[in-house]
């Protein structure tokens, strides 16, 4: 299938301000990701789709292929949906939303959610067995999977809770985090949008729960590898800032 990766950029994110432009390594932040999904070589094509004229003048100045899209967008698939519907870019079957603060995106992630795409899932993202750690961080999200590999749920809580102590070596390998990529089938994406906002997704606010609630198959590939969180924080910027000359040099 051909495919086109989307980078949804806006200016409005809360707990990191101007999230696009903040400066990581030098670079802003929409730029590194967008670097990386390039050097990755996994998609035909890659774009930055924004709703801010300040993000498409940089990263046009950077050499950056971006969309100016409408600034009503309730999410980033939104606006990954108004892109993909348009006669430019008909000809790509299917889409890969690469979040725009996910610079350390792994290779094997993009190429796990397009590979249970084409296999059997209208819908697909990823995951990593994480430390416990991240059971306690609501910045993190975790999602639970059933044996096919279907998701069956995404939370900022705790997931799976670990009741009795004894258990602890059972909890261990089923605590996921997810990795901000999807994958989707040109047809699943355009229903997605389709679909109204749930009283899960508001409470969680977590768009990938609406998909879910309306009982649409989303794949989960379970990645093999370490990999660094996203940015979603002050501190997540510093701790990235912090290692990407390991991660870039290693």
């Known amino acids: 299938m051909r495919t086109l990766a989307v980078i949804p ?3 409005g994110a809360t707990r990191l301000p101007r999230k696009p432009l903040r400066l990581l390594a030098g670079l802003p932040l929409v730029i590194r990701v967008w670097e990386r999904v390039r050097a990755l070589d996994v998609v035909d094509r890659c774009l930055i789709a924004t709703d801010s004229q300040e993000v498409a003048e940089l990263v046009n ?6 969309v100016m899209t409408r600034s ?3 999410s980033g698939t939104h606006r990954i949906a108004e892109v993909a519907e348009r006669p430019e870019y008909g000809g790509y079957e299917l889409i890969v939303n690469v979040q725009g603060d996910e610079p350390f995106v792994p290779r094997s992630a993009i190429l796990g959610a397009v590979k249970m ?3 059997r899932f209208p819908l697909a993202t990823a995951a990593v067995v994480a ?11 975790k999602v639970i999977a059933a044996h096919n590999g279907q998701a069956m749920y995404f939370s900022r809580a705790p997931i799976p809770y670990l009741r009795d102590a004894e258990d602890e070596d059972i909890q261990r390998p089923l ?3 997810h990795i901000g990529v999807y994958a989707y089938r040109w047809t699943a994406l355009q229903n997605w949008v389709m679909l109204p906002e749930t009283p899960l997704e508001q409470v969680e606010r977590l768009e990938q729960l609406r998909p879910l609630a309306a009982g649409m198959a989303m794949g989960v590939s379970l990645i093999d590898e370490s990999v660094h969180p996203g940015i979603d924080t002050e501190e997540d910027l510093e701790r990235a800032n912090r290692d990407w000359t390991a991660f870039t040099t290693g």
């Open 9 to 11: 950029a806006r200016l």
């Open 61 to 66: 100045d950077y050499g950056a292929e971006v």
């Open 72 to 74: 009503d967008h309730p």
């Open 117 to 119: 795409v084409t296999d």
């Open 131 to 141: 430390d416990p750690k991240i059971l306690r961080d609501p910045n993190v999200v």
């Open 175 to 177: 605590i996921w985090q």
